[in-house]
């Protein structure tokens, strides 16, 4: 305060720094802004990010071709995969309990080369059973695509298979 009772402008703005560090500032609020409403605006048109459930069942067809398709499509699709979804949950099920009987055969005493071979061929049939339940959901899926569609399925597969060719390189 002055002795005529008027203030000071540095008592109560920061004392003035480089202009550099303003711009710089600016700058970074400015990006941190734009991330921000691109994020935003991402996730509000899109609905945010989707789970293609069940899509892993199905293993031949890739996730990149229900990412492919629009939204509503991929929704009536993956609809198909859900209808199956008790049945692969209960034949995965099975693979698991197969495999914990193979962990107590395995410490059984005294050990039973048979019995182990035995319970391997059970799991081996319950995975059998598993890869043709996704099998049959495939095919129920593939018989509800059209033609256009079925083009793009048939470049996700050939995708997959080129780029799992590339990684094992």
Known sequence: MRDDGTTTKSRYWPPQGSRWWTALLIASLALNLFIGAAIATR???HGGPQRFIGASYAQLI???????MP???RKALLDILRQYR???RAEREGTESVAAKLADVLVSEPYDVENVKLVVGEFASQSGKLAARGGDAALDIIGRLSPEERK????AIRDRASRNKSRKR
């Open 152 to 155: 793009v399925l048939a470049n």
């Open 62 to 68: 890739p996730r990149g071709f229900f990412a492919e």
């Open 43 to 45: 996730y509000f048109t």
């Open 71 to 73: 939204s509503e499509r």
């Open 86 to 88: 008790k049945d692969f």
